[in-house]
């Protein structure tokens, strides 16, 4: 049974520019999560969607949009692409709700985002 | 910012050893959350204990937790070269899906 993928693995993108990364969650899973790690940091919150709305949502800018598709993967956008921006963006997604936590989440390997 | 702080930063120890990582969070929490990264790439689901649990066990890992400290610990027995990575604990809030992850301890086994 295929894990949590995210495409692509790696991208490098000119400030200004748009970028969209896709996430395909586990079999089953309804959640998906989006994180951003800059190097040396813990990963941030970014988004979480459950049953394709959007339930939580962190300290990130308007550029920052999200959403899931009806087979419940999700794509993350980021337009007028910073400097700042350049992180490994990680994608989990977990069997239930806040209600009914029994496991952790399940992270992809994430896409490296590299803004120049 | 992050709730979670995790103690040391950076750690190196030999192999066989144990090596114990501490992680302190602010506010009150349902479950806290042990993760894995090796060299940056994704992370790796270790351990959940939830608030009215005080310990738990895994293979050689072991996590307490102290609510009334607001801390945990996460034990490694008997390390191996191949646990060298980032381990970070990961706290949820209560009312929302959202997990905050500390800053991570940067584990060292040399062999």
């Known amino acids: 049974d295929a894990g949590v993928t995210q495409s692509p693995t790696h991208l490098i993108k000119t400030r200004g520019q748009h970028v969209t990364l896709r996430c395909s969650p586990i079999s089953g899973h309804k959640s998906v999560s989006w994180y951003q790690q800059v190097l040396g940091q813990g990963p941030q919150f970014i988004f979480q969607y459950y049953e394709k709305e959007e339930r939580g949502r962190g300290n990130f800018p308007d550029r920052f949009s999200a959403r899931q598709f009806p087979n419940y993967s999700s794509e993350l956008n980021v337009n007028a692409l910073l400097l700042g921006d350049s992180a490994l963006y990680l994608c989990?997604?977990?069997?239930?709700?806040?209600?009914?936590?029994?496991?952790?989440?399940?992270f992809g390997s994430g896409t490296r985002l590299t803004v120049v | 910012s992050q709730q979670g702080e995790e103690d040391p930063q950076a750690l190196s120890i030999q192999e066989g050893e144990n090596a114990t990582m501490n992680c302190s969070y602010k506010t009150s929490i349902n479950n806290l959350q042990w993760y894995r990264q090796n060299s940056g790439r994704g992370l790796v689901h270790l351990i959940l204990?939830?608030?009215?649990?005080r310990e738990k066990h895994s293979g050689r890992l072991r996590v307490t937790l102290d609510t009334s400290k607001k801390s945990s610990s996460l034990l490694i027995t008997a390390s191996r070269a191949a646990d060298t990575a980032s381990y970070f604990c990961?706290?949820?809030?209560?009312?929302?899906?959202?997990?905050?992850f500390g800053t991570g301890t940067r584990l060292k086994v040399l062999a």
């Open positions: 204990i939830r608030s009215n649990e």
């Open positions: 989990a997604s977990s069997l239930g709700d806040r209600h009914n936590v029994r496991d952790g989440y399940t």
């Open positions: 990961a706290t949820d809030v209560p009312g929302t899906y959202k997990y905050i």
